[in-house]
């Protein structure tokens, strides 16, 4: 059978629509319901083109990738994501060895905030490479980065360094889990090293926001050391950022492109930093404020 005759036997239409849709502006705009209406089952589809699995996966991916361009960060429909992950564990399935959509599907997926969509991908992709040392760390980073689970995190960066050919800084992140340093400078080091092999601009812009926001809280972190170090030394605390400026070495720039306050609670942070927490605190209090169900 030839590729053309298969290509009809599967659905001239489909593929046309997901192999051009790049080339035609109409189609990027169809609705999400209809993308829905087209998601290929991936055991059914395995079947339906046999011996042309790999390709169908290339058309998959392609369309994936395709539509998270146009959608993610303008649309909020919820149902587009689920189209997404469905998506993705269809190209697994056709193309279990493929280790592309497992790399940049996992990112992709975390990034919408389906953390357990990409913990599984993650697992998956450790059951066809086991010898991969990013994918462990890549959960264990997941465990850390959106779950705050630094024990389980640990476990699998641990995992990821005793995989050969890991990266030596993966042992030095296991070291830091296990002097109880936590692991906000490996997963810079893992951040930095995502963008070094990321080309979508969305994907990359989401990845230096989450990374400049490390990148402050460790500032914040050595700052207070060296104040806490200096107020110990003087007697007295600092009672304003001109105070200890005065006495300490100059401050970097803010990470997050503010300007360094004495806030509040007498933490030095970033304007910028916050901002985002007094809107987060108002937000609260008004939600506090709102009526509550007395049925």
Known sequence: MSFAHWALGLGAAWV???????????????????ELQVLPDGQLLRVAVSGYQEVTADLLWMRAVLLFGERWGSDPNERWSDWFVGMIDAIRILDPEWRTPYFY???????????EASDQLFLYAMEQMPDDPFFPFAYGMNQYLERGDVEEAAKWVRLAAEKPGAPK????????????QGMREQAIRFLQ???????????????????RDLLHDQVVEQVGRVRKSLEAERGAPFQSLEDFAANA???PADPLGGEWIYAADGVIR??????TLVFRARRLAWKLLEPGDES
């Open 16 to 34: 046309a629509h997901n192999a051009h849709v790049d080339a035609d502006q109409v189609r990027r705009s169809v609705d999400v319901e209809h």
């Open 169 to 180: 800084w993966y042992r030095a992140a296991t070291a830091g889990l296990l002097a109880g």
């Open 270 to 275: 970033s304007s910028v930093r916050e901002e």
């Open 249 to 251: 070495p100059d401050l």
């Open 193 to 211: 090293s995502e963008l070094g092999s990321t080309r979508d601009p969305k994907l990359r812009a989401s990845m230096e926001k989450k990374l």
């Open 105 to 115: 599907g996992g990112a992709m997926m975390r990034l919408l905030g389906r953390i």
